[in-house]
T-cell receptor, first 118, second 115 residues
Framework: AQSVTQLGSHVSVSEGALVLLRCNYSSSVPPYLFWYVQYPNQGLQLLLKYTSAATLVKGINGFEAEFKKSETSFHLTKPSAHMSDAAEYFCAVSDRSQRCTSYGKLTFGQGTILTVHP | NAGVTQTPKFQVLKTGQSMTLQCAQDMNHNSMYWYRQDPGMGLRLIYYSASEGTTDKGEVPNGYNVSRLNKREFSLRLESAAPSQTSVYFC??????????????FGPGTRLLVL
């Protein structure tokens, strides 16, 4: 069974500082990986996705993530945090080994709340 | 193009009451999902529908039923609400085909309080 672990339920950074949100996965085969962002009282919005093309994936709002198979990681980064980045971030995995009728199911991490200080 | 829409946005129920949460998507996706979100637990899959006419249980299906009315609509029903079902419910859809799966797109959520 696949699983996702997000290290750190809360991360706090200063405006302009590097943002690093950690995600590790376990899966029987290299999976598809996703990062979502959730602003208060809203649904989840797709930030970026890894689907076995380039290992460095660029997303919206200046975020990017790197797939590292040897480390089973898919950490999310942004060089310079902005106040508007404050939100909860979810890493999710979709196992490509699933049978067709269950394909597309995502397993989510617990989420990381990002706080940005002025 | 509205994406994924959910109704209602908020609902308060008394224990034992029933209700149906509605979800519709206009992206012509074949797969649809219902999740619940609780503090500190991320999102947990309740039910999903890989394609029109099929539904399957997810991680936490007890106390819920679903109907895939057509390709656009996927409803979630609570037959006898319990306080443990107080949560935020999200509907999502995605395009899946063979071994290729697209990302899921989420609705704005329904906040449910069961007293």
């Amino acid at each position: 069974a696949q699983s996702v672990t997000q290290l750190g339920s809360h991360v706090s950074v200063s405006e302009g500082a590097l943002v690093l949100l950690r995600c590790n996965y376990s899966s029987s085969v290299p999976p598809y990986l996703f990062w979502y962002v959730q602003y208060p009282n809203q649904g989840l919005q797709l930030l970026l996705k890894y689907t076995s093309a380039a290992t460095l994936v660029k997303g919206i709002n200046g975020f990017e993530a790197e797939f590292k198979k040897s480390e089973t990681s898919f950490h999310l980064t942004k060089p310079s945090a902005h106040m508007s980045d404050a939100a909860e971030y979810f890493c999710a995995v979709s196992d490509r080994s699933q049978r067709c009728t269950s394909y597309g199911k995502l397993t989510f991490g617990q989420g990381t709340i990002l706080t940005v200080h002025p | 193009n509205a994406g994924v829409t959910q109704t209602p946005k908020f609902q308060v129920l008394k224990t034992g009451q029933s209700m149906t949460l509605q979800c519709a998507q206009d992206m012509n996706h074949n797969s649809m999902y219902w999740y619940r979100q609780d503090p500190g637990m991320g999102l947990r899959l309740i039910y999903y529908s890989a394609s029109e006419g099929t539904t399957d249980k997810g991680e936490v299906p007890n106390g819920y039923n679903v109907s895939r009315l057509n390709k656009r609509e996927f409803s979630l029903r609570l037959e006898s609400a319990a306080p443990s079902q107080t949560s935020v419910y999200f509907c999502a859809s995605s395009e899946t085909s063979g071994t290729k799966g697209g990302p899921q797109y989420f609705g704005p959520g329904t906040r449910l309080l069961v007293l």
